[in-house]
């Protein structure tokens, strides 16, 4: 592993403000979900149980909105698609604090479908912005830039929420959101390479790319949030069943480091590896955590799983970046940000009733079964994927092998 990569990466213009304000947009993002929960179960006394009605029905409308939004940003640019959600989630938060709770349900739905799409167009300007034999290592980053931007902003929501109360903490997510879309109104950045703008001049037919090696990868993708979400769970379970919540934050911070580290190094390497091999490897290696307790051999079982996160997650995000034309990509990017969510929301409710019923460690074997047999799922239709995705609209003749990761797109002289 070199430093070099990194280097080189930087160097391109664009880049470094494009992650910049990708970490700082993120972080009242990816506050808003720890937000709504302790304000409708602490603030307005109302349970865990209407809690969870909240934020599942902004999951919704966010699962519903990411492709949507996607789909305009590639048909009318990202400008508009800024204004509108930057102006919408201003709208919702400033007044969120005061809403009755049907009232709160119903808006945080719309809030959901207009949902600032800070992190899927973050990975689709760097797609534009990093030539693709760079693009591992540029996604490897932006994954680090997320697992940085979760460790804050779910950790300073509940500082704010206990400290400060509901009010004054909406308000500073209204005013961090709406000074994040503005920078990135104002930053503008391309969301296709000056070559794609030039050959990309025709519709691209949804079928082109929507087949079901696509969807096989968002399989994987939603397989991946599955077991992250599931191990989550598990450990926190564990630590409290054992007396040990005090340790619970430095433990899930100790394992969001082995993420990083893991991003890190496959960045810098010099080939990397199908989103298959990884999801399914660290699905493998989370079951044997279910054998140990007491969170110092806890964070010691999950070394190797938490090692593979950030280079799981950002795998995905590289092949989708090589097999969907240009013209494609934001609504390609929303539906793989619709399918993180997926594995995420479907996990918790699900290993949270093995945990109940049968307890956190088996909870640990759930996640890891769970993503490897939706790994094997996928597997038969990855030689159907769609072709590598070239500048222009022609797809390539190549396929790469089942579980190799495919090989860098050849790209147009200008």
Same mark, same amino acid.
């Given at each position: 592993?070199?430093?070099?990569?990194?280097?080189?990466?930087?160097?391109?213009?664009?880049?470094?403000?494009?992650?910049?304000?990708?970490?700082?947009?993120?972080?009242?993002?990816?506050?808003?979900?720890?937000?709504?929960?302790?304000?409708?179960?602490?603030?307005?006394?109302?349970?865990?149980?209407?809690?969870?009605?909240?934020?599942?029905?902004?999951?919704?409308?966010?699962?519903?909105?990411?492709?949507?939004?996607?789909?305009?940003?590639?048909?009318?640019?990202?400008?508009? %698609?800024?204004?509108?959600?930057?102006?919408?989630?201003?709208?919702?938060?400033?007044?969120?604090?005061?809403?009755?709770? !049907?009232?709160?349900?119903?808006?945080?739905?719309?809030?959901?479908?207009?949902?600032?799409?800070?992190?899927?167009?973050?990975?689709?300007?760097?797609?534009?912005?990093?030539?693709?034999?760079?693009?591992?290592?540029?996604?490897?980053?932006?994954?680090?830039?997320?697992?940085? +931007?979760?460790?804050?902003?779910?950790?300073?929501?509940?500082?704010?929420?206990?400290?400060?109360?509901?009010?004054?903490?909406?308000?500073?997510?209204?005013?961090?959101?709406?000074?994040?879309?503005?920078?990135?109104?104002?930053?503008?950045?391309?969301?296709?390479?000056?070559?794609?703008?030039?050959?990309?001049?025709?519709?691209?037919?949804?079928?082109?790319?929507?087949?079901?090696?696509?969807?096989?990868?968002?399989?994987?993708?939603?397989?991946?949030?599955?077991?992250?979400?599931?191990?989550?769970?598990?450990?926190?379970?564990?630590?409290?069943?054992?007396?040990?919540?005090?340790?619970?934050?430095?433990?899930?911070?100790?394992?969001?480091?082995?993420?990083?580290?893991?991003?890190?190094?496959?960045?810098?390497?010099?080939?990397?590896? +199908? !989103?298959?091999?990884?999801?399914?490897?660290?699905?493998?290696?989370?079951?044997?955590?279910?054998?140990?307790?007491?969170?110092?051999?806890?964070?010691?079982?999950?070394?190797?799983?938490?090692?593979?996160?950030?280079?799981?997650?950002?795998?995905?995000?590289? %092949?989708?970046?090589?097999?969907?034309?240009?013209?494609?990509?934001?609504?390609?990017?929303?539906?793989?940000?619709?399918?993180?969510?997926?594995?995420?929301?479907?996990?918790?409710?699900?290993?949270?009733?093995?945990?109940?019923?049968?307890?956190?460690?088996?909870?640990?074997?759930?996640?890891?079964?769970?993503?490897?047999?939706?790994?094997?799922?996928?597997?038969?239709?990855?030689?159907?994927?769609?072709?590598?995705?070239?500048?222009?609209?022609?797809?390539?003749?190549?396929?790469?092998?089942?579980?190799?990761?495919?090989?860098?797109?050849?790209?147009?002289?200008?």
């Amino acid at each position: 592993m070199a430093l070099a990569p990194y280097r080189r990466l930087l160097k391109i213009p664009g880049v470094p403000t494009l992650l910049l304000v990708g970490l700082l947009a993120r972080i009242p993002s990816t506050a808003m979900g720890m937000t709504l929960t302790l304000h409708v179960a602490v603030a307005l006394d109302l349970g865990y149980g209407k809690a969870g009605l909240v934020t599942m029905a902004n999951t919704i409308g966010m699962a519903i909105g990411s492709p949507l939004s996607g789909r305009f940003v590639d048909r009318h640019g990202l400008r508009p %698609v800024l204004i509108v959600t930057t102006v919408a989630q201003a709208v919702f938060w400033a007044c969120a604090w005061a809403l009755p709770f !049907p009232v709160l349900v119903g808006t945080a739905t719309v809030a959901g479908l207009l949902a600032l799409p800070v992190f899927s167009v973050t990975r689709q300007c760097l797609a534009a912005l990093v030539p693709v034999p760079q693009r591992r290592s540029a996604f490897a980053l932006d994954s680090m830039v997320v697992e940085l +931007s979760y460790m804050a902003g779910p950790a300073l929501a509940v500082a704010g929420l206990t400290t400060l109360g509901s009010r004054v903490t909406m308000t500073v997510i209204c005013v961090g959101t709406a000074v994040a879309g503005l920078a990135l109104i104002v930053l503008n950045p391309p969301t296709r390479s000056p070559d794609e703008l030039e050959a990309q001049s025709i519709k691209v037919p949804r079928r082109q790319w929507l087949t079901p090696g696509f969807v096989a990868l968002l399989g994987t993708a939603a397989a991946a949030t599955f077991v992250l979400t599931a191990t989550e769970l598990s450990l926190v379970a564990t630590m409290n069943n054992a007396g040990q919540t005090q340790w619970v934050g430095l433990a899930v911070a100790i394992w969001c480091v082995y993420s990083l580290i893991g991003g890190f190094v496959y960045g810098g390497l010099s080939r990397g590896f +199908s !989103p298959l091999v990884l999801i399914a490897s660290m699905g493998l290696l989370t079951i044997p955590v279910s054998l140990v307790s007491g969170w110092q051999w806890l964070v010691v079982m999950l070394i190797p799983a938490g090692l593979l996160c950030a280079p799981a997650l950002s795998a995905t995000v590289d %092949v989708l970046s090589r097999w969907v034309p240009s013209a494609a990509r934001g609504e390609a990017m929303g539906f793989h940000g619709t399918a993180l969510l997926i594995g995420g929301a479907s996990s918790a409710p699900i290993a949270g009733a093995v945990i109940d019923g049968s307890g956190p460690a088996w909870a640990f074997v759930l996640a890891g079964v769970v993503g490897v047999a939706m790994v094997l799922a996928a597997a038969p239709f990855w030689p159907r994927r769609p072709a590598e995705a070239l500048p222009s609209t022609a797809p390539s003749a190549t396929a790469a092998p089942a579980l190799a990761e495919p090989p860098p797109a050849p790209v147009e002289a200008p």
